[in-house]
């Protein structure tokens, strides 16, 4: 990570205060910010590429209400083949830069018919719902260290000063490509989930090792499968997101002045 963090340092030629990483469809937050310094990730040495609809793959540097912001538009998945090494680079290269704050944002499937899609979540638990290493459940993950109180507490009064309707709850990762069969979806939603995704939990338990504060927030794209009985397509998760994302940008924006 060492050349990759210089190159970036370097470039920026200042030391951001908070990092955000952008979700599916979510990535216009960015062009939101002031005095822009953008990177593409392919510029970047021994760092990795995205291949993913709807993910642009660069770092753009700027200002928000004052506040200091590196946005990542675009990251990597478990399911593009990349190792756990390689999805947490960009925690990582935060955490090399000095930033102590991380926002991390997703788009992902509602398993509660009482949380539509574009209804908004904030994620104050997380469970890792892969399945790759054991056939155990997994543990529910909901200590401040990985869900700051602070942050989510700031997401609510904002949500709420804004009049932006907000939910909070635990965010399932599962492996992907695919979208969950029913059964899964059933699954995540006994153990306790409110969100699943495909996503976000590596990246999150990362943070936490290195000692950031980390708030978690979920567009909810869709219902996840079997849910209603609409079909889901990548497609409907991009629509609704472009839908919502007028909404999702003012709230991140004034979560960030806030903090
Ligand atoms: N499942 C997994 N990932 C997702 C979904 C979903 O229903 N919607 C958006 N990302």
Redesign the pocket.
Known sequence: MKSAIEFVKKQLGDIPEIAVVLG?GLGSFANRLNNKTTIPYEAIPNYPQTSIIGHSGQFIFGTIGGKKVLAAQGRFHYYEGHNLETIVKPIKLFHGLGIKTLIITN???SLDKAFPPGTIMGVNGHMDCTYRDSCEDPAMMNHAKYHDEALLKGFKTIANNLAIPVTIGTYCW?M?PN??TPAEVQNCKELGGQA???STVPEIQMGAELDMSILGISLL??Y??GISKTE?SHDE?IETANQTEAKFVQLLTGIIKNI
């Open positions: 599916s788009a992902a499937g599962t992907g979208y969950e699943v995704g495909m794209t869709n996840a499968a889901l998760v």
